[in-house]
């Protein structure tokens, strides 16, 4: 026996090698010449089959989620009831003066939305608790997102994501995901200006009108595009071109201002209900604490008498949504809430259960760096090896399931339908994408044709500018080895 293990040991390293080898081949094509692949496939019971740089680190983008929302399984307990306690809520201020004032107050809670079609979490039902309370004028609406330090974009975060929804601030006040709709249509004449407007919702911006209408038979494509600069965020700047003709172009655009944006939507609610405002809005934040270790949740209490509150969904429906959707948002807002269960409630709070949850796997502390909860963050790193070990430690947990049914499935769903259809892996992978400049990124579980479940995590980083996406490449290498193991 003596002999026999290594020489065992010996033929495992080298089939191990041999399918890397044969990976790394199909990964390294003259087309993607430049790019830093990392891939590391297990088996179930954490024996590794093809580990292509696995201790490398490398940019995550949204594979970062994977951490968060398995903090949050672990930390949380039980999502598939609804908590009252995080339900955004309503309260009355009487003083001296002839009108009460109205606490709007954030609870965290990611799904609350003002929709004209609006069924459930309404800001609407809000508005009707105040009439039905017998209020027919308010002083001013404050409204309150003090649950959570404010800290709107994490580090890292680029500039030029902040004015689109993949970059919305970070609220615990946040209706419609912090975002607001602009419809782009041409002009009534060739080289007029194209016509902006809100697709609803109060006109929260000055809009700078850059759209130019060319005409229909042109060369170009129809090309819209928002930004907004750091020292002028209450003002918008869209610009591009529309043809003559054409279709609308509808933008999603971050609102800047969280809190000030709620209390804006629920004073546009009360005045169509009859309700005048007459001091308008104001905002309440809570400031940062930096380097606090001391730091615990914000328990002031607030003034005035709850009138109403809202019941959101069931967290575990937010977190299917939040990975299949990829939803930077809702997973910076997880990240805030899983950090109220130890801490304040803070970015670094939430980051700190992540790290005990990995320290718990035993994870090298070398072996990643997060800066924030979705990925965004261009400072966060991971190596494909710790990746699949947070993977295979996930099965072992009750919530195993749960969390491996939150994740796209090839070319069925989310983020992936669109991928594997017409392969042998359509239907069969389950896997959290993630993506920015120069990044692709694949980690889950796929059913290989053996019919056994394998883990993996793979990674192109620094792909080439003039480089085609990495995705098709990517996948491919995945059919292969689901079709051979």
């Known amino acids: ?26 990964l390294n094509s003259q087309t993607l010449k430049g790019v830093h692949w990392g891939l590391v496939v297990t088996t179930l019971e954490g024996r590794e089959l093809i580990a292509i740089n696995p201790d490398d680190r490398f ?28 339900g955004t809520s309503i309260r009355l201020i009487t003083g001296e003066g002839e009108s009460p004032s109205l606490f709007l107050v954030g609870a965290g809670d990611p799904t609350l939305i ?5 069924q459930q979490n309404c800001l609407s039902d809000l508005a009707n608790a105040v009439l039905l ?22 580090p890292g975060w680029n500039q030029d994501d902040m004015v689109t929804r993949s970059g919305a601030p970070v609220s615990a006040l946040t209706v419609n995901s912090n975002e607001l709709g602009l419809i782009v249509r041409a002009g009534a004449d060739v080289g007029m200006p194209g016509e902006i407007t809100y697709r609803e919702g109060p006109e929260l911006y000055d809009i700078n009108n850059h759209v130019d209408t060319i005409p229909a038979d042109s060369k170009l494509e129809t090309y819209v595009i928002a930004e907004r600069f750091p020292d002028e965020p209450d003002d918008i700047r869209v610009f591009g071109r529309i043809k003559a003709n054409s279709q609308p172009v509808n933008l999603s655009v971050s609102v800047h201002d969280t809190a000030w944006a709620a209390g804006m939507r629920l004073k546009l609610l009360l005045e169509s209900r009859g309700i005048p405002v007459t001091d308008g809005v104001e905002a309440r934040y809570r400031p940062l604490k930096i380097f606090d270790d001391t730091a615990t949740a914000f328990t002031s209490p607030r003034p005035g008498i709850e009138i109403a509150r809202l019941v959101p969904r069931p967290l575990i429906e937010d977190v299917t949504f939040l990975m299949k959707q990829s939803h930077n948002l809702h997973a910076e807002l997880l990240l805030r809430r899983v950090g109220l269960v130890h801490g304040d409630g803070s970015r670094e709070a939430g980051l700190k259960q992540v790290e005990t949850t990995l320290t718990e796997i035993g994870a090298p502390r070398w072996s990643w760096d997060f800066f924030d909860g979705s990925g965004m963050s261009t400072y966060n790193r991971v190596t494909p090896r710790t990746v699949a070990q947070l993977l295979r430690w996930t099965t072992h947990q009750p919530w195993g399931q749960d969390f491996r049914d939150t994740l796209p ?4 769903d989310g983020t992936l339908r669109r991928r594997f259809t017409g392969t042998s892996l359509e239907g069969r992978v389950f896997a959290k994408t993630g993506t920015l400049m120069g990044t692709n990124a694949l980690s889950g579980f796929l059913t290989a044709k053996s019919g ?11 792909r080439p500018s003039g480089a085609p996406p990495a995705i098709d490449t990517l996948d491919a290498a995945l059919v292969t080895i689901a079709e051979t193991n």
């Open 1 to 26: 026996m003596r002999v026999i293990l290594p020489v065992l040991a010996a033929l495992a390293l080298s089939a191990c090698a041999s399918l890397s080898d044969r990976a790394a081949a199909s």
């Open 59 to 86: 940019l995550p983008a949204s594979n970062t989620k994977l951490f968060t929302v398995a903090a949050a399984f672990h930390t949380l307990g039980d999502m598939t009831r609804a908590d009252p306690a995080f």
């Open 114 to 118: 003002d929709a004209d079609d609006c």
């Open 133 to 154: 309370n017998g209020v027919r004028e308010v002083e001013t609406v404050i409204a309150d997102e003090t649950l959570y330090p404010r800290e709107p974009w994490p």
């Open 409 to 412: 499935i090839g070319g069925v």
């Open 452 to 462: 056994k479940t394998l883990i993996f995590s793979a990674y192109a980083n620094d």
